[in-house]
């Protein structure tokens, strides 16, 4: 399962990254090399080991429904690129 | 940073607290609270110390000494009034500038963050305030914490205090030249395969990631969320244990934060230890090692001998693969963490309008992520969503989980058998700048020493146990069980009241 | 389109419908932000719902314990250990760049709802739930489309609010059918009070996957494209649209002779305007969501005794009432189904008319068709209506003992409901009172009395002259029985010397 610039600019595109053609080159040849070593996982037998997301066994963590104070709309748009004092605003999403 | 001319001529024409730089948070939190000094003058002190060296080293992203200042006047103030001010009553602390603070920006090292500002300050940074620090600047790192150089910053460059021709190491590359170089006592560093231990390494100062959930990770920009844990850096191993005090404990803001009693660490790391047994791993000790690393390190095992430690010698065979599944892992949990960096509700947006056969909106995405983010960053994006990617999930992501699970258990049991576990942090002292930048793969396996206590959630402290002899710090690994920071610490202070390698400094 | 159709055509319709149903929290699923509907865009935000960096979900208790209830009533599986997983994608309402949601492992799943035809338009049928998991919802997105190219704009009001998934097999058969189902749906969240269930204000949302079974030339069967149906606003519009969509494919068929194997599954909107399904564009990327575990929230653990005790507190779900109305009560089932899909508190208005009454019958009669007529004009639930129910038992008691004149029932119960009146001060208004027999003979003594004439009349023969009396008596008092009043005179006079 070589990994391909075509792969490469697939992933880019999922992961809406604009790669130049020149980056587009050494990511490809650094990914091969990079997935290239951690290959070396499947080798390893873990048939009926569970897998791991949390180092740590906690569980059932919840907060109570209970209304906090939130943001200022003023503060929610603070960092916005562009807003117009009660929106985020966008390029049109039509078409999207 | 207006102002702060005259402070500094100030100063050096008034040296009575001159020396204060030299002390540690211990002696400093003394004499503050029996009145000897004041915040302020240890702020200004320390200021001092920060014209000195920081056009050399670059520790820092934002400073604001009028602000330091400020909270070092108002401290004083309801000091004299009678208030407690908490542990850490007027002692300054840099923090990365990857937790979220109110009166900084929290830039996280990228040109996409550069002029972001949060409307609240992470958890750790609220209980520094709240214990009575002083948050002392906001410093360097790797973009997003992804490296292990600070070379990735997109925004400054951050020198090694002991040569500045070399690396401080990262990603707290920052916040461990801040304390090398005297600037601050303490620092606030972010740990998610090493990030406090190795800088702290490099820089020849200890620095401690704990257990993941003993410090809340509210307000820390995640990069990958099951491994990040937030930790205290400092010269020598009580001040951490003040430091750790101070922010340790359940957050119920952060579902992932251990409901566990936070000990008095400061008070517990004066209890002697006896019989510490101690485990080494004999991988640590191969040929990828340095002579000089390898040869610090069995002196420092044999100080610990020296105090009645046993050393075994314990195999862990999984944790070979601890660089391979943590370079799965993060980048999979950082390909989705960093997914929010887009250009619509905060953060960078390109202002490029070309190409109109696309949709304006798809452009804007990639282009904004191009522009805002650095190339370490976009190259472990894409590993990340190509090991999530339908057709590989199964192989990578969830091999790689399987993986951790036999790494943290393998810990686990070894720690039936050993209180700690001890070896180098890395593999060599702090390499040139520029050295490995062309070279990620060889960058990533730097980090082999370091990332299996982030993959199985343990302590992990290093501490400065000895000098190159081209002069660089090389950092002594100590390692505990899941909790076990009370032991951890008193292990690292035993090793400090036998050695003085952390008492080095570089050279002004 | 004739959405009552009942002849399926030369196919059989295949319809699975994935609702999404915003649960009755007064906080987000993961932050303290309101959930309520209607506020001025973006003041309903905070660092965790905003998505900014360094925020942290927490997961609300009461959204899990909502939703765990309905996939209870649903009669769900429900695992022991369930997690949450990032759902990766970019989109302008979905701040963080993933929905948090559940992917493999849900909170519940293989459960069934039943639903019936109280018609009798088809038979009662088992519709297997494929699974409920419980998710946080997006934000809003605006396009002005007049304006073209404009910006759009990103309200993240309704960003985080906890949202339960249900998803069904695709065992819907007819566009009625499923209709049926989502009236059952509604009805028993309501029933469980887990939703506002306001397709309105958007906290419950429909959309549908149909495509129909055909025989081929070679007697083989072959199914058309799966199409995905989005923007149906009322059931209503579901059943139009499935109903439309089915015809739609069929044509399709006959024209192309497509099948599921050469199409991939599309997605078509509902233009209520022109009662049409329509094309929607594909998105360009394949929906690889790249789902992983959530490492910011921790899994939940449930054990068999907490389900226990979930379905213990349930109470009685309206399959079951239903049924218990038609045996206790003696209805049919139609009345039964009235009354139930009315709501809980219409059952229990019902139960005490008929147990004030005694007569389950004309309780389910007044009932459904008095005071649902009321409700339905004028609008208003069960639990402001004017009348108690005490009060129209009461009524309708009287109506049975004779006590109230049943001629002038509707009377007196309109006076009740329009002014609120007891039925007591609506017989005074309307001057009716109930005469026992002793007050009556009075009465007819007194007439004899005051007529010598005619009492002399109708000794001699007349007997049409007693007519006369009933006249008067009615005069003394409107509420006198004619018959019995002829009765009476007639006995009095006999006994007369």
């Known amino acids: ?81 562009k807003h117009d004092g009660a929106y985020f605003l966008v390029p049109a999403v039509l078409g999207e | 940073m207006m102002g702060l001319t005259f402070w500094f001529r100030r100063f050096s024409e008034n040296n009575a607290v001159a020396g204060l730089a030299r002390l540690d948070a211990i002696q400093l939190q003394q004499m503050l609270r029996t009145g000897q000094i004041s915040s302020l003058e240890l702020v200004d002190a ?34 004299s009034a009678g208030a407690d001010l908490g542990l850490l009553a007027g002692l300054p602390v840099s923090v990365k500038d990857i937790l979220c603070t109110v009166d900084y920006p929290t830039t996280c090292g990228s040109r996409m963050l550069r002029d972001y500002h949060s409307p609240f300050d992470a958890t750790v940074v609220a209980r520094i305030r709240d214990a009575g620090g002083i948050v002392f600047g906001k410093t360097n790192l790797d973009e997003f914490a992804m490296g292990s150089s600070t070379e990735n910053s997109a925004l400054a460059v951050t020198r090694n205090p002991w040569n500045t021709e070399h690396v401080p190491g990262g990603s707290s590359g920052g916040g461990a030249a801040s304390v090398s170089a005297g600037i601050c006592p303490l620092a606030i560093g972010t740990d998610t395969g090493g990030s406090i231990r190795q800088p702290a390494a490099f820089c020849g100062i200890s620095g ?74 004999p991988d640590h000790f191969d040929a990828g090692l340095d002579a000089e690393v390898d040869a610090a390190v069995r002196e420092a095992l044999g100080a610990f001998r020296a105090r009645g430690a046993t050393v075994r010698e314990i195999e862990l065979p999984a944790s070979r693969q601890a660089i391979a599944t943590y370079y799965v892992i993060a980048p999979c949990e950082a390909s989705s963490n960093l ?53 590989y999930y199964e192989a990578y992501y969830l091999q790689a989980m399987r993986v951790r699970r036999l790494i943290r258990d393998e810990l686990l049991a070894a720690f039936q058998s050993v209180d700690v576990i001890v070896g180098p942090t890395t593999p060599a002292p702090a390499y040139r700048l520029g050295e490995k930048a062309n070279d990620p793969l060889s960058m990533y396996l730097e980090d082999l020493y370091t990332v299996s206590a ?43 009241q036998v050695t003085d390698w952390h008492q080095r400094r570089p050279a002004a | 389109m004739n959405s009552e159709r009942s002849d399926p055509g030369p196919y059989a319709i295949v319809i699975g419908l994935e609702v999404h149903v915003q649960l009755k929290t007064a906080s987000k699923l993961f932050c303290g932000c309101s959930t309520q509907f209607g506020a001025e865009p973006n003041t ?35 695992p022991e250990y369930t997690k949450w997983d990032r759902k990766n994608y970019f989109y302008p309402d979905l701040p963080k760049g993933y929905q948090i949601s559940q992917f493999d492992l849900p909170m519940s799943h293989s459960g069934w709802l039943e639903i019936a035809d109280p018609k009798g338009e088809f038979p009662v049928r088992s519709i297997r739930i494929r699974r409920a998991h419980l998710e946080e919802d997006a934000g809003k997105s605006l396009h002005d489309e007049a304006s073209g190219k404009a910006d759009s704009r990103i309200d993240l009001n309704r960003t985080g609010t906890p949202l339960l998934e249900i998803v069904s097999e695709p065992d819907l058969r007819s566009p009625r059918e499923a209709r049926a189902y989502l009236n059952e749906l509604k009805l ?21 996957n149909i495509n129909l079974h055909l025989a081929d030339a070679a007697g083989g069967m072959v199914a058309t494209p799966i199409v995905e149906v989005k923007n149906m606003n009322s059931f209503r519009a579901v059943e139009r649209a499935l109903a439309y969509e089915a015809e739609r494919q069929f044509a399709a068929w006959r024209e192309t002779g497509r099948t599921i194997a050469e199409v991939p599954k599309s997605t078509r ?21 790249r789902y992983f575990p959530d490492p910011d929230l921790v899994p939940v653990t449930v054990s068999v005794s907490a389900v226990d005790a979930v379905r213990a507190a349930l109470g009685e779900l309206p399959a079951a009432t239903r049924q218990r109305l038609e045996s206790a009560y003696r209805l049919n089932a139609y009345d039964a189904d009235v009354i139930v899909n009315q709501g809980r508190q219409f059952i229990a208005y019902f139960e005490q008319v008929a147990q004030r009454c005694g007569d389950g019958k004309l309780a389910s009669n007044w009932v459904t068709q008095e005071v649902l007529r009321i409700l339905n004009s004028a609008g208003g639930t069960i639990d402001r209506f004017p009348i108690s129910a005490d009060g129209l038992g009461e009524l309708i008691e009287g109506v049975r003992g004779g006590q109230v004149p049943s001629s002038r029932s509707k009377e007196l119960f309109g006076a009740m409901f329009s002014e609120g009146l007891s039925l007591a001060a609506a017989l005074r208004k309307l001057g009716i009172q109930a005469l026992d027999a002793g007050a009556l003979e009075q009465l007819c003594r007194q007439l004899l009395t005051e007529n010598p004439r005619i009492v002399a009349d109708v000794k001699s023969g007349k007997a049409q002259a007693a007519g006369a009396l009933v006249g008067l008596a009615k005069k003394k008092n409107a509420n006198v029985n004619p018959a019995e009043v002829r009765e009476i005179c007639a006995r009095l006079i006999a006994e007369m010397p």
């Open chain 1, 1 to 81: 399962m070589a990994l391909e610039r075509e792969d490469v600019r697939r992933i880019a595109e999922l992961a809406r990254l604009e790669l130049s053609s020149d980056e587009l080159a050494t990511l490809t040849s650094e990914l091969i090399q990079i997935v290239d070593y951690v290959q070396q996982l499947r080798s390893i037998k873990t048939e009926g080991v569970v897998p791991l997301a949390h180092a740590l066994d906690l569980a059932n963590v919840f907060r109570d429904d209970c209304l906090a104070p939130g943001l200022p709309r003023e503060a929610a748009l603070s960092n916005a690129p």
């Open chain 2, 46 to 79: 320390l200021l001092e110390q920060y014209a000195a060296w920081e056009p050399r080293v670059g520790a820092f992203l934002n400073f604001r000494a009028d602000q330091a200042r400020d909270q070092a006047r108002e401290l004083d103030r309801r000091r």
């Open chain 2, 208 to 281: 401690l990631k704990p257990t993941y959930g003993r410090v809340s990770r509210y307000g820390l920009v995640a990069f990958a969320s099951s491994l990040d844990q937030a930790g205290p850096m400092a010269r020598s191993v009580p001040e951490l244990a003040l430091l750790l005090e101070a922010i340790a404990g359940h957050d119920p803001r952060d579902a992932t934060s251990a409901p566990n009693e936070v000990p008095s660490y400061s008070h517990t790391i004066a209890e002697p230890l006896r019989g510490l047994r101690i485990g080494i791993v």
């Open chain 2, 339 to 391: 997914a929010r960096y887009d250009g619509v509700h905060f953060g960078h947006r390109s202002t490029e309008r070309d190409r109109t056969d696309e949709s304006p909106l798809a452009r804007l995405y990639c282009r904004s992520r191009a522009e805002g983010l650095g190339a370490e960053v976009k190259r472990r994006i894409m590993l990340g969503t190509y090991a999530l990617s339908s057709g």
């Open chain 2, 454 to 496: 982030n993959l199985a959630g343990i302590p992990a402290l290093s501490v400065p146990c000895g000098l190159s002899r081209s002069g660089l710090p090389i950092g002594l690994q100590i390692q505990a069980a899941p909790f076990a920071e009370e032991l951890l610490l008193r292990a690292g202070a035993m090793y400090q």
């Open chain 3, 44 to 78: 309903q935000t905070c660092p965790v719902c905003l998505g900014l960096p360094g925020s942290l979900p927490v997961m609300n208790r009461r959204a899990f314990e909502l939703a765990l209830r309905t996939a209870v009533a649903l009669q769900c599986q429900i």
């Open chain 3, 188 to 208: 028993l969240l309501e029933y469980l009070e887990v939703s506002d269930c306001n397709m309105q204000e958007g906290s419950l949302r429909v959309d549908a």
């Open chain 3, 269 to 289: 909107g509902w233009d209520d305007q022109r009662q049409a399904t329509f094309a929607q564009r594909q998105k360009e990327e394949s929906s690889d969501y």
